[in-house]
């Protein structure tokens, strides 16, 4: 069983940058793509970025191509999202996710099999 723990979540002004962190335990990260979803209040729960695990290709919403970085370090079994130029429409609670790598992207929740617990990002207008 992988366990995901996220932190870095926060409030931060419009135009501003935050960093999220997931933390990996249970069993080894390698041989995961790892993603980063978001839910606003009243909304379905959407991708926003992943990244696989061998070659850390990448692959984002178009709501945060260009703002938004996803990386990982498979040595400290983390992932991270660094999220600048945050917008208002940017607020919700963020989660980060797995599932076994394979040749294709996935973008939908039910292809993700863990969960971390969330963290939430507010952006003040």
């Known amino acids: 069983q992988l366990q995901l723990v996220e932190s870095g979540g926060g409030l931060v002004q419009a135009g501003g940058s935050l960093r999220l962190s997931c933390a990996a335990s249970g069993r080894t990260f390698s041989g995961y793509t790892m993603g980063w979803f978001r839910q606003a209040p009243g909304k379905e729960r959407e991708f926003v970025a992943a990244i696989k695990w061998r070659t850390y290709l990448t692959a984002y919403a178009d709501s945060v191509k260009g703002r938004f970085t996803i990386s990982r370090d498979n040595a400290k079994n983390t992932v991270y999202l660094q999220m600048n130029s945050l917008k208002p429409e940017d607020t919700a609670v963020y989660y980060c996710?797995?599932?076994?790598?394979?040749?294709?992207?996935?973008?939908?929740?039910?292809?993700?099999?863990?969960w971390g617990q969330g963290t939430q990002v507010t952006v003040s207008s």
């Open positions: 996710a797995a599932r076994e790598s394979s040749s294709t992207w996935h973008r939908r929740e039910s292809d993700y099999n863990y």
